[in-house]
T-cell receptor, first 112, second 116 residues
Framework: AQTVTQSQPEMSVQEAETVTLSCTYD???????LFWYKQPPSRQMILVIR??????QNATENRFSVNFQKAAKSFSLKISDSQLGDAAMYFC?????????FGAGTILRVKS | DTAVSQTPKYLVTQMGNDKSIKCEQN?????MYWYKQDSKKFLKIMFS???????INETVPNRFSPKSPDKAHLNLHINSLELGDSAVYFC???????????????FGSGTRLTVV
């Protein structure tokens, strides 16, 4: 079974700076997928980025990129050029059978 | 236009009442889910349905009963509501049983249930 751990309850970043959110996971699967979701105050869950474990290359979506370290079971999210609209709760998630398992979330605050 | 829509968005009700939350998706997906987000924002799966068949039923009190009349709809009925049921309930969908864990879900906007 998949377990997902986010050890940072809260992070802050200055506008235009870079911030990294941490996530570690544990799974017995050989092939799996990992995700970062964003939940702004509107409460809508928005898929930010997805990583396939069998791919060596780290996924990138515009200002969002991941640092996927398979051996270390680490999957961190880097947000470059942070914007006020990035302020939200960020959840790391992994596939476990027929469902996604979510971490506890990290609140990201962006200072102007 | 909304891909996954839930109604109502807010629900305030008294202890002991019975209430339902409805979910519809127009994405053509065949798998739908209910997740509960508690006051600490932790998200936990409750149920999933694939083509109207119950696939996942996590440890949820049997006061909660999901119903899927067709693959585009998944409703959640809750009997004898308790204070601890207060939470945000999210509906989500994905194409195929394995697609959710592979491609991610499309979520509804959530229903905030408050039991007083």
């Amino acid at each position: 079974a998949q377990t997902v751990t986010q050890s940072q309850p809260e992070m802050s970043v200055q506008e235009a700076e870079t911030v990294t959110l941490s996530c570690t996971y544990d799974t017995s699967e050989s092939d799996y997928y990992l995700f970062w979701y964003k939940q702004p105050p509107s409460r809508q869950m928005i898929l930010v980025i997805r990583q396939e474990a069998y791919k060596q290359q780290n996924a990138t979506e515009n200002r969002f990129s991941v640092n996927f370290q398979k051996a270390a079971k680490s999957f961190s999210l880097k947000i470059s050029d942070s914007q006020l609209g990035d302020a939200a709760m960020y959840f790391c998630a992994g596939g476990d059978g027929n469902k996604l398992v979510f971490g506890a979330g990290t609140i990201l605050r962006v200072k102007s | 236009d909304t891909a996954v829509s839930q109604t109502p968005k807010y629900l305030v009700t008294q202890m002991g009442n019975d209430k339902s939350i409805k979910c519809e998706q127009n994405l053509g997906h065949d798998t739908m889910y209910w997740y509960k987000q508690d006051s600490k924002k932790f998200l936990k799966i409750m149920f999933s349905y694939n083509n109207k068949e119950l696939i996942i039923n996590e440890t949820v009190p049997n006061r909660f009963s999901p119903k899927s009349p067709d693959k585009a709809h998944l409703n959640l009925h809750i009997n004898s509501l308790e204070l601890g049921d207060s939470a945000v309930y999210f509906c989500a969908s994905s194409q195929g049983l394995g697609a959710g864990p592979n491609y991610g879900y499309t979520f509804g906007s959530g229903t905030r249930l408050t039991v007083v």
